[in-house]
Each structure stands twice: as C-alpha cells, then as structure tokens.
C-alpha cells in the first residue's frame, strides 16, 4: 500500500507540474524528496520553487546536488536562473566556466542580472566596500569578501587586482580571492602578494587548484602513517592545521615545503633545537612560525 500512495503522490505532482501548480507541486515533490530523494526530483522540486518565487530554499535544494544541472543546457539555464535570483553572480560565472560551451540564453541572462546590479541604490557603496575591503578588521574582512561575490565579475576583478597585492588584506582572503581567480578561469594576468611579502605576477587560468596539488596528498598520507590511527581526534585536529596551512602557502605550495615528512615533523613535534636566534629564511622553521603566527591572529589565540 505504501508504495501505491508514494506513487500516487508522485502522479499528482507531476499533474500540477504540467499544469503550472506551482506551489502544490513543489510541496508534493518536497514530500517526494524527503522519502526517496533523486536527481530527477531534486530538478522538479526546484524548478517548482523557483517558479513559486521561493529562492532560498529552490537555491538549497539545489546545491545538494549541483553537479547534476551541468550535464544538460535546460538545467544549466535554471541553475543560473536560481543563482541569480540569490544574487549570486561570481558563482553563475564559477559554474559556467566549467562548461565546454556557454548557452546564449545564459549570457544574456548574467548580463542582465549584471547589468541589473549596477542599478540598485547600494551599488556603488557595495563595491566601496569590496574594493576597500583592506580597511576592515578580519571578521569584517570576511563578510566583505562574501558580499563581494555579489558583484558583477568586472567590477570584482578590478578590485581584486588590487586586493591581492594590498599588504593589509588577511593572508586567508587574498589566498580566498586567489582562489576564486583560479575557479573563474580567467585569461588574465594579476600580481599577488604572497606570505615573504613579494609580489608574484599569475595568469588566473594557468593555476591550479588546491585538490590538483600533490604534495598536498602526500602530507596527508604522512600525516595519517604519523599519528596513530587510534587517536581520531589528535588525527583531526592536526589534520585541520596542516589543511589551513597549505591554504595559506597556496599557490606555491611545493616552493614553501619540500620536504613533506621533514615538513609534517615539525607540525607535530615542533622545534627540535630551541634557539633564541631567528630561523634562516625560508626553511622549514621560518615558514611554520611564519603560518603559526598568522592562524593565531585569525583564531584570536
């Protein structure tokens, strides 16, 4: 009997679909999901909020299965549809970066919600915001970045041009804005400042992103062999800093740790000779003090 009210459940709100019920579809494809969630219903039920005007929860439905509206132009389009009804307009342009052929439909779509944007009363003290983002304490550095992701992609890349060289942005939201540079796939060059205080000129479609990084791998891995796999909490918690650190030494990784092992040790065990004199510059010493002093101002420590 269950499975005859499931699918009878399924009937009507397929019929109030096609009948353009909205919000009686969305709430029969809601019970639907709860019970027996799938790709298929995951589309319906949003596409039926959507058209409800219920952006939020559309845009949370969504993202729990968001990979699965890249492999068609129909759900392409409602992604960015959903995406920009939440404002989200670097993200519409992290997504559609990723596909081989962008629908004309979802360029017309972005430049409107773009061009939009550029009308609403607070604009223009948004992007003040943005572009001084550096004026901010850490906290308020971070909201300022979020916000920022609601700007149109030319103005955000003109004020991340100059977010990534300002030695008064935290080292976690130039590293953040590096990484959005390298989501969007630009073609463009940008220099940024990275943890010795120098600047290095990039090409945002030449980087690759933290998962593609070996080394990265390989630490884990030491890691895992290093702490005794009976200890899942010590595991994590040094799991989690070695994950922030790699974060923060991005995109030169592999220039910043050499040595993986040598390099996981040291996380672990610390300093091996304690010496009031400061370590060489650029070894192993040099950049963990260096990476332990910036976590603590983010942590408050």
Request: proline share 4%.
């Amino acid at each position: 009997m269950k499975v005859k009210s499931v699918d009878r459940n399924l009937q009507l709100a397929n019929e109030a679909f096609k009948a353009q019920k909205w919000a009686q579809a969305a709430q029969l494809y809601e019970q639907e999901y709860q019970s027996a969630p799938s790709e298929k219903i995951n589309h319906l039920l949003v596409k039926s909020l959507f058209e409800e005007h219920q952006y939020k929860m559309a845009y949370t439905i969504m993202m729990d299965n968001l990979n699965s509206y890249l492999m068609d132009e129909q759900h392409v389009i409602l992604m960015v549809e959903v995406l920009l009804a939440n404002r989200q307009l670097l993200m519409s342009h992290v997504l559609t970066a990723t596909l081989p052929r962008v629908p004309a439909q979802v360029t017309r779509l972005i430049q409107q919600a773009e061009a939009n944007a550029r009308q609403e009363p607070n604009f223009k003290k948004d992007y003040q915001t943005f572009y001084q983002l550096s004026a901010l304490t850490f906290n308020q550095q971070q909201r300022a970045f979020e916000k920022g992701k609601e700007l149109p992609l030319d103005e955000w890349v003109t004020a991340t041009k100059v977010l990534l060289i300002d030695p008064f942005v935290k080292p976690i939201i130039r590293v953040s804005l590096l990484e959005m540079v390298q989501k969007l796939k630009l073609p463009e060059h940008f220099e940024f400042r990275w943890l010795d205080n120098k600047n290095y000129e990039i090409v945002g479609n030449q980087l690759k992103s933290l998962a593609e990084f070996e080394k990265v791998g390989i630490l884990e891995n030491v890691l895992r062999e290093m702490i005794d796999d009976h200890d899942p909490v010590t595991q994590q918690l040094y799991q989690n800093e070695l994950g922030l650190q790699v974060t923060l030494l991005y995109p030169f990784i592999d220039r910043a740790i050499p040595d993986p092992r040598a390099w996981v040790t040291r996380l672990i065990k610390g300093d091996q000779v304690q010496s009031a004199t400061l370590p060489a510059a650029y070894s192993l010493e040099w950049w963990q003090r260096k990476l332990s002093q910036i976590m603590s101002e983010m942590t408050g420590a």
